[in-house]
């Protein structure tokens, strides 16, 4: 029987064997195994997303120094027409002045406006978020959430989760409000109701950042109007 791999599991991978192939006891015969690794891997980004590999410039170590996270390798890739611009590719994201003197005109490309700083910053963090976030949310599917019971919500993938559960449950109220008063017809207990109170407390807390959404208030707009 062959391993079932998901893709958020295949991105912790990649990021181990590109980042720190250590920890996986990989890729350490030599550092042009490592080299010929990123290579391969810019490669595949290029074919599905666009652009050329130039090839890998070796880390500048001396000697006995081995790479860390500071001292690595870089990738260097060219533009080419399969981009579909220049300003807003994968490649945009990082090193945003290495084609600063690249004009979409060269390769046939229409131009788009570049991400600002703040949008690459933005951006940036999502990605490297992603793969936690991903596995936060298969945990947070498999678990199985009393409404009515205190909980520790401490991230905004574990508030969603809770909303999700009080809409199913019929539950959900307006976050300002009393619990008490807005849940009446429900027959719910004191604790139940404290319990409520206490999580929905947490849901206001919350660092919403990076989730999309700005607030529990305008994640249930948007999924539970």
């Not at 081995?66 to 890739?77: A, G, H, R």
């Not at 963090?125 to 009393?146: K, P, S, V, Y």
């Not at 319990?195 to 989730?211: C, F, K, M, P, Y």
Request: hydrophobic share 35%; net charge negative; charged share 25%.
């Amino acid at each position: 029987m062959s391993k079932q791999v998901k893709p958020s599991e295949l991105a912790e991978l990649i990021t181990g064997l590109l980042v720190r192939p250590d920890l996986l006891g990989e890729l350490e015969s030599s550092s042009e195994t490592h080299e010929r690794f990123i290579e391969a891997i810019g490669r595949v980004v290029t074919e599905f997303c666009g652009g050329e590999v130039n090839r890998v410039t070796p880390a500048d170590l001396s000697p006995g120094h081995k790479p860390d996270l500071v001292d690595t390798p870089y990738l260097s890739v060219f533009p080419d027409i399969s981009l579909p611009s220049l300003e807003r590719c994968v490649w945009s994201l990082h090193d945003p002045d290495g084609w600063e003197d690249e004009a979409s005109s060269e390769y046939d490309l229409s131009q788009a406006t570049p991400y600002s700083p703040e949008e690459i910053d933005s951006l940036r963090n999502r990605l490297r978020g992603l793969t936690t976030e991903a596995i936060n949310a298969e945990r947070l599917a498999a678990m199985d959430i009393d409404t009515t019971m205190k909980h520790a919500i401490t991230t905004a993938s574990e508030a969603m989760k809770y909303i999700d559960t009080l809409a199913a449950d019929d539950l959900l109220y307006h976050f300002e409000d009393d619990a008490s008063d807005c849940l009446s017809a429900h027959n719910l207990t004191e604790s139940q109701i404290e319990a409520i109170e206490h999580n929905v407390r947490q849901l206001l807390s919350v660092d919403w950042a990076g989730s999309g959404f700005e607030c529990p208030f305008d994640y249930v707009i948007a999924k539970h109007p």
